[in-house]
């Protein structure tokens, strides 16, 4: 952290000056022999300290917002092990899920549909996107099953949407999505759009 060396530059510069001024003390009996040179000393020890300071106060910020950083870091870690959790729960049993958890797949749907430039193709109201060049999917999907989504999503050209040319959208998600990423997105979609295995 640059903030820290600067803090102890800082620190050194004000130890320096000490012993320099109480040196040229030590060897003319008069210093400071002018108010201008006592006014001068005054305002350099004051500027050193202020700077101190405030870079100890800077230093202390930057430690809070790091801290914070951690803990969001840890909230979003707790929240994807909760996904992880709704996935283990489902395979169990429909209806298991807790909302917290569903909540959370579908935070992280959001995400990978921000990520992967879904939105510059689709419209999704969810997502506020307007994309032009596929279906919108708020209409697309209405009725559709989770399996079509995800079929669409991996295998773009299985079935053609009515009207739309086969080959434009990217045939690459279902190799560069993790499963995990496909999961929350296709659940994402499915609530969003109110398909039929959507919540
Ligand atoms: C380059 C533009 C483009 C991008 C990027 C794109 N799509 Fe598409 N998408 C299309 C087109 C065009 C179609 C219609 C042709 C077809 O069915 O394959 C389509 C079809 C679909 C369908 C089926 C709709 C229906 O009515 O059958 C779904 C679902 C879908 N896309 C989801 C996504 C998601 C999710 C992403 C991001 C991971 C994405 N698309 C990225 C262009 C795109």
Redesign the pocket.
């Known amino acids: 952290m640059e903030n820290k060396t600067l803090f102890f530059i800082l620190g050194i510069g004000l130890v320096a000056l000490a012993l320099i001024v109480s040196a040229i003390g030590l060897r003319f009996e008069k210093f400071p022999g002018s108010r201008l040179v006592q006014l001068g000393v005054v305002a350099l020890f004051a500027a050193v300290v202020v700077g101190t300071a405030a870079f100890a106060w800077l230093e202390a910020e930057d430690e809070q917002q790091h801290q914070h950083e951690e803990a969001l870091a840890e909230a979003a870690e707790s929240n994807e092990a909760g996904g992880d959790e709704a996935e283990a729960q489902e395979e169990v049993g429909p209806g298991v899920a807790t909302t917290t958890t569903t909540a959370a797949a579908s935070a992280a749907g959001a995400q990978?549909?921000d990520e992967?430039?879904?939105g510059?193709?689709?419209t999704l109201a969810a997502a506020g996107s307007t994309?032009q060049?596929?279906?919108d999917?708020d209409g697309?999907?209405k009725g559709?099953t989770e399996e079509?989504?995800h079929t669409?999503?991996v295998d773009?050209?299985a079935?053609?949407?009515?009207s739309?040319?086969?080959g434009?959208?990217?045939e690459n998600?279902g190799s560069d999505?993790s499963s995990d990423e496909l999961d929350a997105?296709v659940q994402y979609?499915a609530e969003s759009t109110g398909a039929k295995g959507g919540g």
Do not use: D, R, W
């Not at 079935?159 to 009515?162: D, H, L, R, S």
């Open positions: 990978v549909f992967n430039g879904c510059g193709c689709h994309g060049i596929g279906p999917l697309a999907l559709k079509f989504i669409s999503i773009p050209n079935e053609i949407a009515t739309y040319s086969p434009v959208m990217p998600f999505l997105l979609l």
